[in-house]
């Protein structure tokens, strides 16, 4: 599939970009060799290839949750340079405006 200068620059707009007439050529070249390589996938025989969403084997690496005890307020509090009702005190980020 070959791309002409008007698809260039049709998506050079939509991507926001100010294209010299030199990089539209450049492009219009390496957009149509990679829109030709994709559509070689079309030939490839598919049949018994179940669709998958990864190439990889996906597989959970994290350990399951165990619940344990929390720390005790006091001890997490303990170097807090400001405290306020069992809560850390931060100073205010954005205005009430």
């Known amino acids: 599939m070959s791309l ?3 698809d260039v620059e049709k ?7 100010e294209l010299t007439a030199e990089e539209k050529a450049r492009y219009q070249e390496q ?3 990679v829109l030709e390589y994709a559509a070689r996938l079309n030939e490839l ?4 290839v179940p669709p998958t969403a990864s ?5 959970n690496i994290l350990r399951q949750d ?13 170097n807090a340079p400001q405290k306020a009702q069992n809560q850390f005190q931060i ?3 954005l205005d009430d405006a």
């Open 4 to 6: 002409s200068l008007a």
């Open 11 to 17: 998506i050079a707009a939509l991507a926001r970009l």
């Open 31 to 33: 957009l149509s060799a």
């Open 45 to 48: 025989d598919l049949t018994g």
């Open 55 to 59: 190439a990889v084997a996906l597989q």
């Open 66 to 78: 165990e619940v344990e005890p929390s720390l005790p307020v006091e001890e997490v509090l303990f």
């Open 91 to 93: 100073q205010t980020v």
